[in-house]
C-alpha cells in the first residue's frame, strides 16, 4: 500500500497522462470516421463478430499460420500483455487498498503463478525480437525493394525507431514490476508459486533492510503503472496500436470471401455527375475499415512475402501501401507542437491535398497486381490491401482514363463482341465441333449448366479441357446444357482491370439469360467464372449455384459414374488462385487425380500457400510490368523441380495438372516452359478422361506431334486508287514487349497439322479484308513472303472475301497473342462486330483488282457504281504467273480476314500448285524459318473441283459496313473454282483507295472528361 503522498500523486499523474491517451485515441476514431461508408455492412449480429474476434486473437492462429519460430516469441508478448490487463489492474487497487491475492488458495496459486511466468516470456519474447530484428534479419523482412513507393517517415527509419522505443518501453514495464514483486517477496518471505520473482529478490535483495525493500517496491509501482499511464499518449501514434486495433479488425471484418469484390453501387449517376467519386483517388474516398486496416498493420511484412509481383522484383509491395497510409494519417494529424491540444483539420472534415498515387503506391505497382489474394490471407489482422489496389484502378479506369494501353483491347472486345479476345460471338460454339453437346434450346430442362466461358470457347487449349469434360459428362450420362452463343463474358477481367461499369453491363446481360434458363446448378471449368458467378452477380440480383468441375467430377468418380483405370505418369497440381484460395477449393482436384492410382507430387507452396501463375486481374491482357523475372517463370521453375526429383523420375512421363484456363496458358507459355517438351501440362478433366477411357479400352496411344512446318500463304495483291492511303507521319511505333494473351497453347501430347505462320500484331495492326476471288495458274512452288510493315493509326482497310471452303472442313486458327504498343488516345478498333446479320439486300463494295491483272467491263445492277451483289461461290485455283482476274457476280456471303499493307507494292506470292506438298516459308529478312504455330489446321488444296457449300445463315459471319471507293471498279462475271486455303494475307500499295460515303470510323475509348 502506498504512502498517501505517492496516492495523491500518482492519481493526479494518472488523470493527465490517462486524458492525454484518452484524446489520442479520439483523434484516432475521427480520422478512421473520415473513410467513406462501407458498402457492406459491418455491424450486424455483433455478438457473434465479437466472439469471432476474441477466437481469433486469443488462439493466434493467422499468426502462426507463417513464420512458426517468430510467430512463438511474438505469442509470449501478446499473451503476457492480455494478462497484464489484470495484473495492472490488480497492483493498482494494492497501492490504494488492502488488496492482496496471496497463494493461499487454488486461484492465488494459478493468477501469481501466471503473473510471475509471463512476465519473464514477455522478457524473452522482447529480446529474442530486437535481437532478430537488428543482428538476424531475414534477407526479405522488413526491407522493401528499390523500386517500392515509401513514405519520407519510412526512408528515416521511423520503424526501427519506433519499434525500439516500444521495447524499451516493454521491458522497463515489466522489469519494473518484477523488481517490485521481488522486493515484496524479500520482504514477506518469498512465494514458491512465484518463481521468477522469488529468485530476482533472493539475488537482487538478499541481506537489504526493510526500509530499502519497502522503497524498492514503491519504485517498482511507479515504474510498472506509470510507465504504462506515459505510454498512453504515445501509444495512438505507434505501431503497437494494433494490440487493441487488431481486433477491432477481426470484428468487422468482411463475411464474403476474400475473392468477392464489395459492390459499387450508384455507378452510373456518379458518371453522369460534374465531379464523378467513382473509386479511389485520395485517403479520404478509402472506405473507414481500409483506414482501420492502416492502425491495424503490424507491419511484419509476411503480405511482401508472399506476394508473386514482389517476389519477381516487381513495384509492388502490400506492406508498404498499409505503412504509407498509416505514416500519411499520422502526418496530416501532427501539429508543429506537441502540447497543441486540438484537433487537425482533416479530422474536422477537411480534404487531402495528395492522391494516394503520390505517397501510398506507385501506378506501376497498382497495375502489378494478380488479385491473388495472398497478401489477404496470411496478413495476421486481416487487412485487404487487394481491395484498396482494385478501387484505385477503378479511379484511374473510369474517371482519369489512365490504364495500360493493352487493356484497351480486351475492353473493347468485350463492349463489342462479348469476350476479351474480339472474335466473334457466332464463333463461341466452335470448340464443340464434332461432338454433340446440347444447347439449352435443344434440352431446356438440364440438370446442369455447363458455363463454358470465354478461354475455353476462343483459346485452343482451354478448348480441350471444354471438350474433355463434356465427353466425360456423356459418359457419366448427367442431363446437361450449355447456352452456347447465348453465354457472354463474365466480366472477371473488366472488374478486376477496374472497368466497373463494362463489368455490369456485361454481368446484367448474363443475369437476364440465366434467369430465363433458371439453372438448378451452374458448373464451370474456370474458377473466375465459378467465382463471379456465385460469388458476384448477387450483388446484382443473380443468385445462383455454382460448383467448380473438379468438384462435380469428384462426385461422378465417388457415385460410380466414372470407372478409371491407372495412370503412371508424375503429376504434380498447381492451385488456382481464384479455386483454392479465394473459394477453398483444395481437395476435390486432388481427390479425383488420386482416383487415377496416382500419387501425388505436391509442390513446396501449395494449398492456401500456392503461387500465382501471374494471369489473374487482367494480367493475362496486358504486358507485365518489369521484374527480375516473369512470375510464370518463377512458378513453373519450382514445378520442374518438383518434377525432376527422385520420386518423379522413375515415372514414365512427368505431368502439371491444373484446374484453371488461364493457369494453364501461363504455364504453358512461360519461357521456362520452352525447353521442357518432357513436362506437359493438362487440366485434371483432361487426366480423367484418359483414365476412363483406358478403363473402358478406348484409349489410343497418340505419337507425338511433329513440328509445325511454315507454310507459305498465298498472298492476294489489291490495287491502291492514286491519293490514298498513305501512311500517317503522326501513328505511332508499333508495339513494344509482350501480353500474357500472346502466346497459343502448345501441348506436346496432342498432334498438329501444318498450320501458316501468323505473325504478331500490334494494337493498330487488325485489318479487316474482303476480297473478290481470283483465278491463277497453278505453280510448283511458293515464293518467299513479304516483310509485312507495321501499322499506323490511318492504315485500317476493308476488303471482302467469299467464303474460303466448305464449312465442314473449315478450321478456326487459333487466337494469337498480341504485341502490343503505346495506344495514342484516339485508339481505332480492331475489328468492329457486327450486331446483325447481314442483309442482301445490302450493296458490297465493289471488288479489289490485283494490280497486274486485266478486268473486263461487268454488267451492273442495282445502285450505280457498285458491283452487283455476288452469290456463294467456290474460289478459282491459284495458277502461274499473271493470273487474269474476273469478277464474280454470283452472291457471296462477306468473311473477315487478316491481311497488313507493306510500305513499297512487292509482287504477289504465287501459290503451289495443286497436289504438290507447300514449301516452307522463307522470310524476306531472315533465313530461319518461322516459329511454329500450334493448335492450327490447314486443310490440303484439293485435287478436283470442289461442290459449293451454301453457309447456313447461322454461321454467316457479321457483315461490315460496305465502302465505296471513289475509283469505281466494275467487272464480269466467270465460273470458278473452290480453293482450300487458310488465312489469307493481303498486300497492296502504299497508296490505298479511301472511302467516300463512310467515314473513318471514331477511334477507340477515349479518356472520360467530366463535365465542366
Given at each position: 500500500?502506498?504512502?498517501?503522498?505517492?496516492?495523491?500523486?500518482?492519481?493526479?499523474?494518472?488523470?493527465?497522462?490517462?486524458?492525454?491517451?484518452?484524446?489520442?485515441?479520439?483523434?484516432l476514431?475521427?480520422?478512421?470516421?473520415?473513410?467513406a461508408?462501407?458498402?457492406?455492412?459491418?455491424?450486424d449480429?455483433?455478438?457473434?463478430?465479437i466472439?469471432?474476434?476474441?477466437?481469433v486473437?486469443?488462439?493466434?492462429?493467422?499468426?502462426?499460420?507463417?513464420?512458426s519460430?517468430?510467430s512463438?516469441f511474438h505469442?509470449?508478448?501478446?499473451?503476457?500483455?492480455?494478462?497484464?490487463?489484470?495484473?495492472?489492474?490488480?497492483?493498482?487497487l494494492?497501492g490504494?487498498?488492502h488488496?492482496?491475492?496471496?497463494?493461499?488458495?487454488?486461484?492465488?496459486?494459478?493468477y501469481?503463478?501466471l503473473?510471475?511466468?509471463?512476465?519473464?516470456?514477455?522478457?524473452?519474447?522482447?529480446?529474442?525480437?530486437?535481437?532478430?530484428r537488428?543482428?538476424?534479419?531475414?534477407?526479405r523482412?522488413f526491407?522493401?525493394?528499390?523500386?517500392?513507393?515509401?513514405?519520407?517517415?519510412?526512408?528515416?527509419?521511423?520503424?526501427?525507431r519506433?519499434s525500439?522505443i516500444?521495447?524499451a518501453?516493454?521491458c522497463?514495464h515489466v522489469?519494473s514490476?518484477i523488481?517490485?514483486q521481488?522486493?515484496k517477496?524479500?520482504?514477506?518471505?518469498?512465494?514458491?508459486?512465484?518463481?521468477?520473482?522469488?529468485?530476482?529478490?533472493?539475488?537482487?535483495?538478499?541481506?537489504?533492510?526493510d526500509?530499502a525493500?519497502?522503497?524498492?517496491?514503491v519504485?517498482?509501482?511507479?515504474?510498472?503503472?506509470?510507465s504504462?499511464?506515459?505510454?498512453?499518449?504515445?501509444f495512438?501514434?505507434?505501431?503497437h496500436?494494433?494490440?487493441?486495433?487488431?481486433p477491432l479488425?477481426?470484428?468487422?471484418?468482411?463475411?464474403?470471401?476474400s475473392g468477392t469484390?464489395?459492390?459499387?453501387?450508384?455507378?452510373?449517376?456518379?458518371?453522369e455527375?460534374?465531379?464523378?467519386?467513382?473509386?479511389?483517388?485520395?485517403?479520404?474516398?478509402?472506405?473507414?475499415?481500409?483506414?482501420l486496416?492502416?492502425?491495424?498493420c503490424i507491419?511484419?511484412?509476411?503480405?511482401?512475402?508472399?506476394?508473386?509481383?514482389n517476389a519477381?522484383?516487381?513495384?509492388?509491395?502490400?506492406?508498404?501501401?498499409?505503412?504509407?497510409?498509416?505514416?500519411?494519417?499520422?502526418?496530416?494529424?501532427?501539429h508543429?507542437?506537441?502540447?497543441t491540444?486540438?484537433?487537425?483539420?482533416?479530422?474536422?472534415?477537411?480534404?487531402?491535398?495528395?492522391p494516394?498515387?503520390e505517397?501510398?503506391?506507385?501506378?506501376e505497382?497498382?497495375?502489378?497486381c494478380?488479385?491473388c489474394?495472398?497478401?489477404?490471407?496470411?496478413c495476421?489482422v486481416?487487412d485487404?490491401?487487394?481491395?484498396?489496389i482494385?478501387?484505385?484502378?477503378?479511379?484511374?479506369v473510369?474517371?482519369a482514363?489512365?490504364?495500360?494501353?493493352?487493356?484497351?483491347?480486351a475492353?473493347?472486345?468485350?463492349?463489342?463482341?462479348q469476350?476479351?479476345?474480339?472474335?466473334?460471338r457466332?464463333?463461341?460454339?466452335e470448340?464443340?465441333?464434332g461432338?454433340?453437346?446440347?444447347?439449352?434450346?435443344?434440352?431446356?430442362?438440364?440438370?446442369?449448366?455447363y458455363?463454358?466461358?470465354?478461354?475455353?470457347?476462343?483459346?485452343?487449349g482451354?478448348?480441350?479441357?471444354?471438350?474433355?469434360?463434356?465427353?466425360?459428362l456423356?459418359?457419366?450420362?448427367?442431363n446437361?446444357s450449355?447456352?452456347?452463343?447465348?453465354?457472354?463474358c463474365?466480366?472477371?477481367s473488366a472488374?478486376?482491370?477496374?472497368?466497373?461499369?463494362?463489368?455490369?453491363?456485361?454481368?446484367?446481360?448474363?443475369i437476364?439469360?440465366?434467369?430465363?434458363?433458371?439453372?438448378?446448378?451452374?458448373?464451370?471449368?474456370c474458377?473466375?467464372?465459378?467465382n463471379i458467378?456465385?460469388?458476384?452477380?448477387?450483388?446484382?440480383?443473380?443468385?445462383?449455384?455454382?460448383?467448380?468441375?473438379t468438384?462435380?467430377?469428384?462426385?461422378?468418380?465417388a457415385?460410380g459414374?466414372?470407372?478409371?483405370?491407372p495412370?503412371?505418369?508424375?503429376?504434380?497440381?498447381?492451385?488456382?488462385?481464384?479455386?483454392?484460395?479465394?473459394?477453398?477449393?483444395?481437395?476435390?482436384?486432388r481427390?479425383?487425380?488420386?482416383?487415377?492410382?496416382?500419387e501425388?507430387?505436391?509442390l513446396?507452396?501449395?494449398?492456401?500457400?500456392?503461387f500465382?501463375?501471374?494471369?489473374?486481374?487482367?494480367?493475362f491482357?496486358?504486358?507485365?510490368?518489369?521484374?527480375?523475372?516473369?512470375i510464370?517463370?518463377?512458378?513453373?521453375?519450382?514445378?520442374?523441380n518438383r518434377l525432376?526429383?527422385?520420386?518423379?523420375?522413375?515415372k514414365e512421363?512427368?505431368v502439371l495438372?491444373v484446374?484453371?484456363?488461364f493457369?494453364?496458358?501461363?504455364l504453358?507459355?512461360t519461357?521456362?516452359k520452352?525447353?521442357?517438351?518432357?513436362?506437359?501440362?493438362k487440366?485434371v478433366a483432361?487426366?480423367?478422361?484418359?483414365?476412363?477411357?483406358?478403363?473402358?479400352?478406348?484409349w489410343?496411344?497418340?505419337a507425338?506431334?511433329?513440328?509445325?512446318?511454315?507454310?507459305?500463304v498465298?498472298?492476294?495483291?489489291?490495287?491502291v486508287?492514286?491519293?490514298?492511303?498513305e501512311?500517317?507521319?503522326?501513328?505511332?511505333?508499333?508495339?513494344?514487349?509482350?501480353?500474357?494473351?500472346?502466346v497459343?497453347?502448345?501441348?506436346?501430347?496432342e498432334?498438329?497439322q501444318?498450320?501458316?505462320?501468323?505473325?504478331?500484331?500490334s494494337q493498330?495492326?487488325?485489318?479487316s479484308?474482303e476480297v473478290?476471288?481470283?483465278?491463277?495458274?497453278?505453280?510448283?512452288?511458293?515464293e518467299?513472303?513479304?516483310?509485312?510493315?507495321?501499322?499506323?493509326q490511318?492504315?485500317?482497310?476493308?476488303?471482302?472475301?467469299p467464303?474460303?471452303?466448305?464449312?465442314a472442313?473449315?478450321?478456326?486458327?487459333?487466337?494469337?497473342?498480341?504485341k502490343?504498343?503505346?495506344?495514342?488516345?484516339?485508339d481505332v478498333?480492331?475489328?468492329?462486330?457486327?450486331?446483325?446479320?447481314?442483309?442482301?439486300?445490302?450493296?458490297?463494295?465493289?471488288?479489289?483488282?490485283?494490280?497486274?491483272a486485266?478486268v473486263?467491263?461487268?454488267q451492273?445492277?442495282?445502285?450505280?457504281?457498285r458491283?452487283?451483289?455476288?452469290t456463294?461461290t467456290?474460289?478459282?485455283k491459284?495458277?502461274?504467273?499473271?493470273?487474269?482476274?474476273?469478277?464474280?457476280?454470283t452472291?457471296?456471303?462477306?468473311?473477315?480476314?487478316?491481311?497488313a499493307?507493306?510500305?513499297?507494292?512487292?509482287?504477289?506470292?504465287?501459290?503451289?500448285?495443286?497436289?504438290a506438298?507447300?514449301?516452307?516459308w522463307?522470310?524476306?529478312?531472315?533465313?530461319?524459318p518461322?516459329?511454329?504455330?500450334?493448335?492450327?489446321?490447314?486443310?490440303?488444296?484439293?485435287?478436283?473441283?470442289?461442290?459449293?457449300?451454301?453457309l447456313?445463315?447461322?454461321a454467316a459471319p457479321?457483315e461490315r459496313p460496305?465502302?465505296?471507293?471513289?475509283a469505281?471498279?466494275?467487272?464480269?462475271?466467270?465460273p470458278?473454282?473452290t480453293?482450300?486455303?487458310?488465312?489469307?494475307q493481303?498486300?497492296?500499295?502504299?497508296n490505298?483507295?479511301?472511302?467516300?460515303?463512310?467515314t473513318?470510323?471514331?477511334?477507340?475509348?477515349?479518356?472520360?472528361?467530366?463535365?465542366k
Amino acid at each position: 500500500m502506498l504512502p498517501l503522498s505517492s496516492k495523491i500523486l500518482f492519481f493526479v499523474f494518472a488523470l493527465v497522462f490517462g486524458g492525454l491517451g484518452a484524446w489520442g485515441f479520439y483523434r484516432l476514431y475521427l480520422r478512421i470516421r473520415r473513410g467513406a461508408p462501407a458498402s457492406e455492412t459491418r455491424f450486424d449480429v455483433l455478438g457473434g463478430r465479437i466472439v469471432s474476434a476474441l477466437v481469433v486473437a486469443l488462439t493466434q492462429e493467422r499468426t502462426f499460420r507463417r513464420r512458426s519460430t517468430i510467430s512463438i516469441f511474438h505469442a509470449f508478448i501478446f499473451y503476457g500483455f492480455a494478462y497484464y490487463l489484470l495484473v495492472n489492474l490488480v497492483d493498482g487497487l494494492e497501492g490504494y487498498f488492502h488488496f492482496v491475492i496471496t497463494s493461499n488458495h487454488v486461484w492465488g496459486k494459478v493468477y501469481n503463478s501466471l503473473a510471475d511466468i509471463l512476465s519473464f516470456l514477455v522478457l524473452l519474447g522482447v529480446v529474442g525480437l530486437v535481437v532478430r530484428r537488428l543482428f538476424l534479419p531475414s534477407k526479405r523482412d522488413f526491407r522493401f525493394n528499390g523500386k517500392s513507393l515509401l513514405h519520407p517517415l519510412v526512408k528515416n527509419n521511423y520503424i526501427l525507431r519506433d519499434s525500439l522505443i516500444v521495447s524499451a518501453f516493454i521491458c522497463f514495464h515489466v522489469g519494473s514490476r518484477i523488481l517490485g514483486q521481488g522486493a515484496k517477496l524479500e520482504l514477506e518471505g518469498g512465494d514458491v508459486w512465484q518463481p521468477f520473482s522469488s529468485l530476482v529478490g533472493s539475488t537482487l535483495f538478499g541481506g537489504a533492510s526493510d526500509s530499502a525493500l519497502y522503497n524498492w517496491r514503491v519504485f517498482g509501482y511507479w515504474g510498472a503503472l506509470g510507465s504504462v499511464l506515459a505510454f498512453l499518449a504515445y501509444f495512438p501514434y505507434t505501431k503497437h496500436i494494433h494490440i487493441f486495433m487488431a481486433p477491432l479488425n477481426y470484428a468487422f471484418k468482411r463475411t464474403a470471401n476474400s475473392g468477392t469484390l464489395p459492390p459499387m453501387k450508384g455507378l452510373e449517376a456518379a458518371m453522369e455527375s460534374e465531379d464523378p467519386k467513382i473509386g479511389v483517388e485520395k485517403l479520404e474516398d478509402l472506405e473507414w475499415p481500409r483506414l482501420l486496416d492502416a492502425y491495424a498493420c503490424i507491419q511484419c511484412n509476411r503480405c511482401q512475402d508472399v506476394c508473386p509481383a514482389n517476389a519477381t522484383g516487381k513495384a509492388l509491395s502490400p506492406a508498404a501501401l498499409e505503412i504509407n497510409k498509416r505514416m500519411q494519417l499520422n502526418e496530416i494529424a501532427s501539429h508543429p507542437s506537441p502540447f497543441t491540444i486540438k484537433t487537425a483539420s482533416f479530422e474536422q472534415g477537411g480534404l487531402t491535398e495528395l492522391p494516394m498515387l503520390e505517397f501510398a503506391i506507385s501506378e506501376e505497382a497498382v497495375w502489378a497486381c494478380t488479385t491473388c489474394g495472398a497478401c489477404m490471407q496470411v496478413c495476421p489482422v486481416q487487412d485487404e490491401q487487394m481491395l484498396d489496389i482494385i478501387d484505385i484502378r477503378r479511379h484511374q479506369v473510369m474517371v482519369a482514363g489512365e490504364f495500360p494501353p493493352q487493356l484497351q483491347s480486351a475492353f473493347r472486345g468485350m463492349e463489342r463482341a462479348q469476350n476479351p479476345w474480339g472474335l466473334s460471338r457466332d464463333k463461341r460454339f466452335e470448340w464443340a465441333d464434332g461432338l454433340k453437346v446440347p444447347t439449352i434450346d435443344e434440352n431446356p430442362e438440364p440438370d446442369i449448366i455447363y458455363w463454358v466461358g470465354c478461354a475455353a470457347s476462343y483459346d485452343p487449349g482451354a478448348q480441350k479441357v471444354a471438350r474433355s469434360f463434356v465427353q466425360l459428362l456423356d459418359k457419366a450420362g448427367v442431363n446437361y446444357s450449355v447456352l452456347g452463343k447465348k453465354e457472354a463474358c463474365t466480366g472477371d477481367s473488366a472488374r478486376r482491370a477496374g472497368n466497373e461499369f463494362l463489368y455490369q453491363t456485361l454481368a446484367e446481360e448474363n443475369i437476364q439469360t440465366l434467369n430465363q434458363v433458371r439453372p438448378k446448378l451452374i458448373v464451370a471449368t474456370c474458377p473466375h467464372c465459378m467465382n463471379i458467378i456465385g460469388n458476384e452477380y448477387p450483388q446484382l440480383g443473380g443468385h445462383y449455384q455454382t460448383m467448380h468441375h473438379t468438384e462435380y467430377l469428384e462426385t461422378l468418380v465417388a457415385g460410380g459414374q466414372l470407372q478409371t483405370a491407372p495412370l503412371s505418369a508424375s503429376v504434380t497440381y498447381h492451385d488456382p488462385c481464384y479455386l483454392g484460395r479465394h473459394n477453398g477449393v483444395y481437395d476435390a482436384p486432388r481427390h479425383v487425380i488420386q482416383s487415377m492410382g496416382i500419387e501425388l507430387l505436391e509442390l513446396e507452396r501449395s494449398r492456401e500457400n500456392s503461387f500465382c501463375c501471374g494471369a489473374g486481374g487482367a494480367q493475362f491482357w496486358k504486358e507485365e510490368e518489369a521484374g527480375e523475372q516473369r512470375i510464370s517463370d518463377n512458378r513453373f521453375e519450382e514445378i520442374q523441380n518438383r518434377l525432376d526429383c527422385a520420386t518423379a523420375a522413375a515415372k514414365e512421363g512427368k505431368v502439371l495438372a491444373v484446374g484453371c484456363p488461364f493457369c494453364k496458358s501461363m504455364l504453358a507459355s512461360t519461357p521456362t516452359k520452352q525447353g521442357r517438351d518432357d513436362i506437359v501440362i493438362k487440366d485434371v478433366a483432361e487426366l480423367l478422361l484418359e483414365s476412363v477411357q483406358r478403363a473402358a479400352g478406348e484409349w489410343q496411344e497418340v505419337a507425338p506431334a511433329p513440328a509445325a512446318e511454315p507454310v507459305a500463304v498465298p498472298i492476294a495483291e489489291l490495287p491502291v486508287a492514286e491519293g490514298h492511303g498513305e501512311i500517317s507521319a503522326d501513328a505511332p511505333e508499333a508495339v513494344v514487349g509482350e501480353t500474357a494473351s500472346e502466346v497459343i497453347n502448345e501441348q506436346p501430347e496432342e498432334p498438329a497439322q501444318p498450320a501458316p505462320t501468323r505473325k504478331k500484331w500490334s494494337q493498330k495492326d487488325d485489318v479487316s479484308a474482303e476480297v473478290a476471288p481470283v483465278e491463277a495458274e497453278p505453280v510448283s512452288r511458293a515464293e518467299p513472303a513479304p516483310t509485312r510493315k507495321k501499322w499506323g493509326q490511318q492504315d485500317d482497310i476493308s476488303v471482302e472475301l467469299p467464303p474460303s471452303e466448305p464449312a465442314a472442313l473449315s478450321t478456326e486458327a487459333a487466337p494469337v497473342r498480341k504485341k502490343w504498343g503505346e495506344a495514342s488516345q484516339d485508339d481505332v478498333s480492331a475489328a468492329p462486330v457486327a450486331e446483325t446479320e447481314p442483309t442482301s439486300s445490302a450493296a458490297e463494295r465493289p471488288k479489289w483488282k490485283p494490280a497486274q491483272a486485266k478486268v473486263e467491263p461487268a454488267q451492273t445492277g442495282g445502285e450505280a457504281g457498285r458491283s452487283p451483289v455476288p452469290t456463294p461461290t467456290e474460289r478459282p485455283k491459284w495458277q502461274a504467273n499473271k493470273p487474269k482476274v474476273e469478277a464474280v457476280a454470283t452472291e457471296v456471303e462477306p468473311a473477315q480476314i487478316e491481311m497488313a499493307l507493306q510500305a513499297e507494292t512487292t509482287p504477289p506470292v504465287e501459290a503451289p500448285a495443286q497436289n504438290a506438298e507447300r514449301p516452307k516459308w522463307k522470310p524476306a529478312t531472315a533465313k530461319a524459318p518461322a516459329p511454329e504455330v500450334s493448335e492450327l489446321k490447314v486443310a490440303p488444296t484439293p485435287a478436283a473441283q470442289a461442290e459449293p457449300v451454301q453457309l447456313s445463315p447461322e454461321a454467316a459471319p457479321a457483315e461490315r459496313p460496305k465502302w465505296q471507293p471513289k475509283a469505281k471498279v466494275e467487272a464480269t462475271s466467270a465460273p470458278t473454282q473452290t480453293v482450300n486455303i487458310e488465312p489469307v494475307q493481303a498486300k497492296a500499295a502504299e497508296n490505298l483507295a479511301q472511302p467516300d460515303a463512310v467515314t473513318q470510323p471514331e477511334t477507340g475509348r477515349k479518356k472520360w472528361t467530366p463535365k465542366k
